[in-house]
């Protein structure tokens, strides 16, 4: 059997070599290193993927955050609820700004926000809320809308973890994860759903104003050259990573479905299991499984860990701490017990090998060595 990994890279570019290389000779022929062609020409594929008017390149998942931050100009000190189950970008990009970050729980099942949460954590102050689609699938949108709405407040949706997933409304309508709120964001770091051979990042909109805004912030705030109209940052997308992009895009489907066909094999290893759950799914998106998260009891998660290690089994805690008790977001006052549901997740979360060239073999084998360490410690 094959050494098992987290995420494999390497599988993915030996099935899409011939087409990688291609593409990558291009840019090294053309020397267009900074806004070749490629730059424009994956941002319109990715619209049309999407269905979203405007695809703004930029150089990685933070900065789309910051710029999509930057260009709603929120006045200073306003509040921005945030995730406290969650990676760190938004918040952090929300405290650099001189904006609050708002720290809002997560549901239990679905490690998303939670709309009540959220609904509580709105003062007058606030100005925009992050629903973050984590691991693969979409956070509750129509109630996220629906506070938005009653609030008057932004919805920028922070979609590094969930390209391709769709939404379904109410109404039975679907839309794209990243094509729904005021502002849209994510990252082509290698390991998530559409991953380059480095960073990368776009910010999505359908706002045509915002987009121009967007675009401009991102090249220093120029309105033309040497004429700046904005304090701006330079994030750019590199032309090789965009190249790399857009071959990688025209497979997002088979990857996501790949990952969706591991999901099912582990939710029929694990179905007689009865001291873990595996993902929830909710009724109103799909799940492109960027993560396949266990829940495992907090007491055994390190030893079963320890455990899988031991086997040469990877497996990865996302995220062992919640936000609001890091030490860099302390001066925002929060205590142990003020966010209970992120704070149980962080001890119990795993998250298992997950790329599409697992092989049942493999998932036999991961399967086999969790079942039984937490059999001998249940
Ligand atoms: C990866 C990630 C980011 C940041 O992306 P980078 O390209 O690494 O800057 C932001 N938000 C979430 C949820 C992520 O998973």
Known sequence: MEDIKMVDLKAQYARLKPELDQAFSAVMESMAFINGPQVQSFCRKLENYLQVDHAIPCANGTDALQLALMALELPAGAEVIVPAFNYVAAAEVVALLGL???????????????????????????????????????????????????????????????????????????????????????????????????????????DSRLAACIQKIANHG???????????????????????LEVKLGYIGDFNAGRQRVAAVYDRLFAETESLEVPARCSYSTHVFHQYTLKVPARLRDGLQAHLRQHHIPSMVYYPQPLHLQEAYRYLGYQSGDLPVSEMLSQQVLSLPMHSELTQE???YIAQHTKTYLEQHG
């Open 222 to 244: 120029q309105s033309e050259k040497y004429k700046f109209e904005k304090v701006g940052i330079n994030s750019r997308l590199d032309t090789l990573q965009a190249a790399m």
């Open 362 to 364: 493999q998932q036999e």
């Open 100 to 206: 609050k970050p708002v720290f809002a729980d997560v549901h239990p099942d679905t490690f998303n926000l939670d709309p009540a949460s959220v609904e509580e954590a709105v003062t007058p102050a606030t100005a925009a809320i992050v629903p973050v689609h984590l691991f693969g699938q979409c956070a509750a949108m129509a109630e996220m809308v629906a506070v938005a709405a009653k609030h008057k407040l932004y919805l920028i949706e922070d979609n590094a973890q969930s390209l391709g997933a769709v939404y379904t409304w109410p109404d039975g309508t679907s839309k794209y994860a990243g094509a729904i709120g005021d502002v849209a964001t994510t990252s082509f770091f290698p390991s998530k759903p559409l991953g380059g051979m480095g960073d990368g990042g776009a910010v999505f909109t359908n």
